[in-house]
């Protein structure tokens, strides 16, 4: 069975890229649970994202970051859909390693665009939007790139369930 063999899938990507939508039917596919890192840190802080960075900084956010990736880590049978920094710090990238497989879905920055019009949630994107988009963008998609063991490309707005059968597919040993 695929789930004995892989243990934890964790997806990463940019923003808005679909690590959610996809890793909810990926994990269906699988029969694993799915785990959005950002959900389970406001369940845990029963404080929202926007706050967190808000009250307490992106450096704090960070901090919260790795220990929840070395605690689902620990786990196995999971799918997780990390935030869109999650692999940029490396101990995170080995917490992940160590429980499974990086899987990286690419979707093109045009796309990106469209999608995070008017979003409102994630706040490194609420001030100078586009053109700190476009900089993170360029910054980070070379170390999905390098951290991946996995790379889906998703450049044509293909369903989620799409998505998630192709990286269900390219499990399989
Ligand atoms: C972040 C992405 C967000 C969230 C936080 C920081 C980032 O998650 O973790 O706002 O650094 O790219 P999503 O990728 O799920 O939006």
Do not use: W
Not at 49 to 68: A, C, M, P
Not at 114 to 136: A, Q, W, Y
């Amino acid at each position: 069975m695929v789930s004995d063999i892989m243990n934890n899938i964790v997806l990463c990507g940019f923003m808005g890229c679909g690590k959610t939508t996809i890793g909810k039917q990926l994990a269906k596919l699988l029969n694993y649970k799915f785990i959005d890192m950002d959900k389970f840190i406001e369940e845990k802080t029963k404080m929202t994202i926007s706050d967190i960075f808000k009250n307490h900084g992106e450096s704090y956010f960070r901090k919260l970051e790795t220990e929840v990736a070395v605690e689902l880590s620990s786990q196995s049978n999971l799918v997780i859909g990390s935030g869109g920094g999650a692999v940029l710090k490396e101990d995170n990238v080995i917490a992940f390693k160590n429980g499974g497989k990086i899987v990286f879905i690419e979707v093109p920055l045009d796309i990106i665009k469209k999608r995070l019009t008017g979003d409102r949630s994630r706040p490194l994107l609420l001030e100078n939007k586009l053109e700190t988009m476009i900089k993170l963008f360029n910054e980070r998609e070379p170390v999905y790139n390098s951290v991946c063991d996995i790379k889906i490309k998703n450049i044509d707005n293909k369903e989620p369930k799409l998505v998630a059968l192709e990286i269900f597919n390219n499990l399989k040993p």
